[in-house]
């Protein structure tokens, strides 16, 4: 497999912090997304911000921003199939999607990812947490997805399909699984306490 390209999905309206870019929230000095960025770069090929709106208030991050393919904020498969197109451009077979408020997913992602899909024809995969009693939390925004399947995906969010699982599970996706120990990778902020969570953890595990 080539190396896929890396996708950060940003296209949320971030309504629990007030609106904005919840990318550009600051932990120790440094925002998520540079952070999320710092994370993805060494693991793809090139990376790629899904944002809608004014793509110019990202200039600073120096990576191409793309929008929502269909209206109207359809969720993160939006975001998914936008990534897929722009990958399309590039001659990539395949992307990786992070979440922009997920700043500490594991540096191993995108090879674990590959290897959960090894051997199927058309390789689809997602995260999941694995929770010390031995269950599974599927991580949805975080997958590795086939460009071969861009079309399919339009036709679907087309006719109104939102969820990721749903759709993933129509092509077999495969899982990923990655520890909780000492706490959830893809912990995600999503209300200023998330974000002192955040700044907790950080200074306990950087």
Known sequence: MKQPLGVILAGGLARRMGG??????MLQGQSMISRVVERLAPQVAQVGLNANGDPNRFDD????????SVDGYAGPLAGVLAGLDWACAQGGEHIVTVAADTPFFPCDLVPQ????????TVPLALAATKEPNGVSMRQPTFGL????????????????????VQ????????????????????????????LETASALLKDHA
Do not use: Y
Not at 20 to 25: A, I, N, Q, V
Not at 113 to 120: N, P, R, T
Not at 174 to 190: L, M
């Open 20 to 25: 904005g870019d919840k990318g550009r929230l």
């Open 61 to 68: 991050l120096g990576l191409p921003v793309f929008a929502d």
């Open 113 to 120: 990812l590959i290897l959960a899909s090894e051997g199927m």
């Open 145 to 164: 997805w086939p460009v071969a399947l861009k079309e399919d995906l339009r036709g679907h969010l087309q006719n109104g399909l939102r969820k990721i």
């Open 167 to 194: 759709w993933t599970e129509m092509h077999g996706a495969r899982q990923a699984a990655f520890s909780s120990t000492p706490f959830d990778p893809f912990f995600n902020v999503n209300t200023p306490q998330d």
